[in-house]
């Protein structure tokens, strides 16, 4: 079973307009959420991250938004550029629970498109 | 510093063969972890050490698969009688134990490995 579930395998966005990629979880035991992004050929990137006990974090363009109830969370990016074209993951660990591996979801591309 | 390094970066193996993978982790990370990633998939989880002790190892660690991280620095990741259905890449990610960014992993750029 996916306990953390990407369901767009794919987006495209033009530059300069927001990018808005989406994450579903159904483990209740997770506490930590992390964005990472990969290119190709190399390993993932960490982008940015959110604990369970807020709903929002912002790093420059980036911003996750968690909706505990809901068991879900996004990513924003505004404005987008071409050089956010890559494959996004979301994951998440259960870190209260001692369990500090992270679950990853299949991924997202997004594309950027000049 | 210059992140987490892995070598080799590509391996290509005959089935049957055994092959060995290293991983450095960021110089003051005392977190190692060990992913495998295949094509379509995001990265999974195979085992994670803090310093020198080996603390959760995924049921995709098969009997053939063992790591070490002597003395809490580098890893190694070996592959005994290797299948065709250990080709991926394997990642390694390092962390610090304590602090507000101790959850967050750094990855390495993978080793990918052919089995043919």
């Known amino acids: 079973d996916q306990q953390v579930k990407q369901n767009s395998p794919s987006l495209s966005v033009q530059e300069g307009r927001i990018s808005i990629l989406n994450c579903d979880y159904t483990?209740?035991?997770?506490?930590?959420f992390l964005w990472y992004k990969k290119y190709p050929a190399e390993g993932p990137t960490f982008l940015i991250s959110?604990?369970?006990?807020?709903d929002k974090n912002e790093d420059g363009r980036f911003t996750v938004f968690l909706n505990k109830s809901a068991k879900h969370l996004s990513l924003h990016i505004v404005p987008s550029q071409p050089g956010d074209s890559a494959v996004y993951f979301c994951a998440a660990s259960a870190n209260g629970a001692g369990s500090y591996q992270l679950t990853f979801g299949k991924g997202t591309k997004l594309s950027v498109i000049p | 510093d210059t992140g987490v390094s892995q070598d080799p970066r590509h391996k290509i193996t005959k089935r049957g063969q055994n092959v060995t993978f290293r991983c450095d982790p960021i110089s003051e990370h005392n977190r190692l972890y060990w992913y495998r990633q295949t094509l379509g998939q995001g990265p999974e989880f195979l085992t994670y050490?803090?310093?020198?002790?080996?603390?959760?190892k995924s049921r995709l660690l098969s009997d053939r698969f063992s790591a070490e991280r002597p003395k809490g620095s580098f890893s190694t990741l070996e592959i005994q009688r290797t299948e065709q259905g250990d080709s991926a890449m394997y990642l390694c990610?390092?962390?610090?134990?304590?602090?507000?960014?101790?959850?967050?992993?750094?990855f390495g750029p993978g080793t990918r490995l052919t089995v043919t």
């Open positions: 050490f803090q310093n020198e002790a080996q603390l959760e």
């Open positions: 959110i604990s369970s006990i807020k």
């Open positions: 483990n209740s035991m997770f506490d930590y």
């Open positions: 990610a390092s962390s610090l134990a304590a602090g507000g960014t101790s959850y967050e992993q750094y």
